[in-house]
């Protein structure tokens, strides 16, 4: 049986709504701005347990800010002839573009400064990666989302596109760059708040703040029991929903373990939180107005490709460069110490134990990150930036990561770099775990999302899927096979 809500009802004194969003990140505020649009008569909240939406993962210095559309992460093509999983990116983030496009043409999304068009570079050193980036150039070309990608091995050309990148630089190492002008800069902290007045604005939906959700259980009504306190009076709150997405980020997977949920049985998480080098020198980031990535070191995990970016945060510029990984056991930037140990089950202490030693190169790469001085650290920027100045530059910390680990039939755990959608059988309750790049696919997620938990509301909302996001197809998360086009209004 799928989630059919209906009307605010109350029993006993406990309230019953038609949905619960947990997490007050760009996750459950894409869910939330999607349901009103779609079902505006449905009631609706949303608790998170800090005093304002897009604290955590999603606040603005906490992450890149990078829109992904598969432009410049090498990472989501290790093998240069196969752009497979690059053009789903890159069609995902054109939903994403279309949704909010949609938003704002329908009156609902009225800010969308959120978006800053930024050039998405490559920049690679050494004959072996420029003959990758060669040939992941002529493969990309080709294809339409593509088509506008330029290519250089010539240093002056590299340098006027990127000044920082070539001043100092020895010309005579081999160097290649890829851009593509149509990349972003995206504020996932104010699209975030963005959203949420999108969705509260439609009436049925509300926002609660300072509500921390400590248990969550299916009762034999068949309605959840959403439970927990008001962390500014101390009060306990308990609310029945039809519908509960969780989209607490690294909470995720414990709340969902509360719920007893069988599709996570088995599964863990790693914490892993970064620091960027961030300067705000206006001299040094007039030069500077690109994303630029390139190839992380050997040995490194995916997750540490290197980039120096421009940023636009409240109309201030700065450039970020990293990531530098570090370690707790928080799974929140603003968790408890105890997370970690919060989510280990004698089902998944093996698998992790398994996924752990299957992964030894990052174990090292991170106790090499952990035990780097400023000195090394700022040495991986001259490796971008040779005449990078340290006065310039200082450290700050982004958000807290958990990384997700699944069971496996042949290697008994494995860690994987993605997002997850979990759903429960009866399509009641659905979580989203994992990292990168969830915040810029957010819309194609929660349309997967309604694919699965609501088949039989599908034919009613079609037509306003269609209207917000042309791109979307029948009866399914995926984009159609066309190229989506971009509205004006956020492209």
Same mark, same amino acid.
């Given at each position: 049986?799928?989630?059919?809500?209906?009307?605010?009802?109350?029993?006993?004194?406990?309230?019953?709504?038609?949905?619960?969003? @947990?997490?007050?990140?760009?996750?459950? !505020?894409? &869910?939330?701005?999607?349901? !009103?649009?779609?079902?505006?008569?449905?009631?609706?909240?949303?608790?998170?347990?800090?005093?304002?939406?897009?604290?955590?993962? $999603?606040?603005?210095?906490?992450?890149?800010?990078?829109?992904?559309?598969?432009?410049?992460? &090498?990472?989501?093509?290790?093998?240069?002839?196969?752009?497979?999983?690059?053009?789903?990116?890159?069609?995902?983030?054109?939903?994403?573009?279309?949704?909010?496009?949609?938003?704002?043409?329908?009156?609902?999304?009225?800010?969308?400064?959120?978006?800053?068009?930024?050039?998405?570079?490559?920049?690679?050193?050494?004959?072996?990666?420029?003959?990758?980036?060669?040939?992941?150039?002529?493969?990309?070309?080709?294809?339409? !989302?593509?088509?506008?990608?330029?290519?250089?091995?010539?240093?002056?050309?590299?340098?006027?596109?990127?000044?920082?990148?070539?001043?100092?630089?020895?010309?005579?190492?081999?160097?290649?760059?890829?851009?593509?002008?149509?990349?972003?800069?995206?504020?996932?902290?104010?699209?975030? =708040? $963005?959203?949420?007045?999108?969705?509260?604005?439609?009436?049925?939906?509300?926002?609660?703040? =300072?509500?921390?959700?400590?248990?969550?259980?299916?009762?034999?009504?068949?309605?959840?029991?959403?439970?927990?306190?008001?962390?500014?009076?101390? /009060?306990?709150? $308990?609310?029945?929903?039809?519908?509960?997405?969780?989209?607490? #980020?690294?909470?995720?997977?414990?709340?969902? /373990?509360?719920?007893?949920?069988?599709?996570?049985?088995?599964?863990?998480?790693?914490?892993?939180?970064?620091?960027?080098?961030?300067?705000?020198?206006?001299?040094?980031?007039?030069?500077?107005?690109?994303?630029?990535?390139?190839?992380?070191?050997?040995?490194?995990?995916?997750?540490?490709?290197?980039?120096?970016?421009?940023?636009?945060?409240?109309?201030?510029?700065?450039?970020?460069?990293?990531?530098?990984?570090?370690? $707790?056991?928080? &799974?929140?930037?603003? #968790?408890?110490?105890?997370?970690?140990?919060?989510?280990?089950?004698?089902?998944? @202490?093996?698998?992790?134990?398994?996924?752990?030693?299957?992964?030894?190169?990052?174990?090292?790469?991170?106790?090499?990150?952990?035990?780097?001085?400023?000195?090394?650290?700022?040495?991986?920027? /001259?490796?971008?930036?040779?005449?990078?100045?340290?006065?310039?530059?200082?450290?700050?910390?982004?958000? /807290?990561?958990?990384?997700?680990?699944?069971?496996?039939?042949?290697? @008994?755990?494995?860690?994987?770099?993605?997002?997850?959608?979990?759903? =429960?059988?009866? #399509?009641? @309750?659905?979580?989203?775990?994992?990292?990168?790049?969830?915040?810029?696919?957010?819309?194609?997620?929660?349309?997967?999302?309604?694919?699965?938990?609501?088949?039989?509301?599908?034919?009613?909302?079609?037509?306003?899927?269609?209207?917000?996001?042309?791109?979307?197809?029948?009866?399914?998360?995926?984009?159609?096979?066309?190229?989506?086009?971009?509205?004006?209004?956020?492209?």
């Amino acid at each position: 049986m799928n989630a059919q809500p209906a009307t605010t009802e109350s029993s006993a004194g406990t309230e019953v709504l038609d949905v619960v969003l @947990i997490g007050g990140g760009i996750m459950s !505020a894409t &869910l939330g701005a999607m349901i !009103a649009a779609l079902q505006p008569d449905w009631s609706m909240v949303l608790l998170e347990r800090l005093d304002r939406v897009a604290a955590e993962s $999603s606040a603005p210095w906490h992450n890149a800010g990078t829109g992904h559309s598969g432009y410049c992460e &090498l990472n989501y093509m290790p093998d240069a002839s196969d752009p497979g999983k690059t053009v789903e990116i890159a069609s995902m983030f054109a939903l994403s573009r279309q949704f909010w496009a949609g938003l704002s043409d329908r009156g609902a999304l009225t800010d969308t400064a959120f978006v800053t068009p930024t050039p998405h570079m490559d920049v690679v050193f050494g004959e072996r990666d420029v003959a990758y980036l060669r040939q992941r150039f002529e493969t990309l070309r080709a294809l339409p !989302a593509f088509a506008t990608m330029e290519y250089s091995e010539d240093p002056a050309v590299i340098a006027g596109w990127a000044p920082l990148l070539m001043d100092g630089r020895d010309t005579a190492e081999p160097v290649a760059a890829t851009r593509i002008a149509a990349g972003t800069d995206v504020d996932f902290g104010a699209l975030t =708040g $963005s959203l949420v007045d999108a969705m509260t604005a439609a009436g049925g939906a509300q926002l609660r703040t =300072g509500h921390e959700v400590t248990r969550l259980r299916r009762g034999d009504d068949g309605l959840w029991r959403v439970s927990g306190r008001d962390r500014n009076t101390g /009060q306990r709150f $308990s609310i029945r929903a039809r519908f509960v997405f969780v989209g607490a #980020g690294g909470y995720a997977l414990r709340l969902l /373990q509360r719920a007893r949920l069988p599709e996570v049985r088995g599964y863990g998480v790693l914490p892993v939180g970064a620091q960027f080098l961030r300067t705000d020198n206006p001299e040094v980031v007039a030069r500077h107005e690109v994303k630029v990535y390139s190839q992380p070191p050997v040995g490194a995990p995916p997750m540490s490709v290197p980039h120096l970016d421009k940023r636009v945060v409240d109309g201030q510029e700065s450039l970020l460069f990293g990531p530098y990984a570090t370690f $707790s056991t928080r &799974l929140l930037k603003y #968790g408890r110490l105890t997370d970690l140990f919060t989510t280990l089950r004698w089902t998944n @202490i093996v698998i992790l134990l398994a996924a752990g030693v299957q992964n030894l190169p990052l174990v090292r790469y991170l106790i090499g990150e952990l035990l780097a001085t400023r000195r090394r650290k700022f040495a991986q920027l /001259q490796r971008f930036y040779p005449d990078a100045d340290p006065a310039d530059w200082y450290l700050v910390s982004a958000g /807290q990561r958990a990384q997700l680990v699944k069971p496996d039939p042949d290697r @008994i755990g494995v860690l994987t770099m993605g997002t997850e959608l979990v759903t =429960g059988a009866d #399509g009641t @309750i659905a979580g989203l775990l994992g990292a990168s790049p969830g915040a810029s696919t957010a819309p194609a997620i929660m349309a997967e999302l309604l694919d699965r938990c609501f088949p039989q509301r599908l034919s009613d909302w079609e037509p306003t899927l269609r209207q917000l996001m042309p791109g979307y197809a029948d009866n399914a998360y995926r984009p159609s096979e066309s190229e989506p086009e971009v509205p004006a209004a956020i492209a």
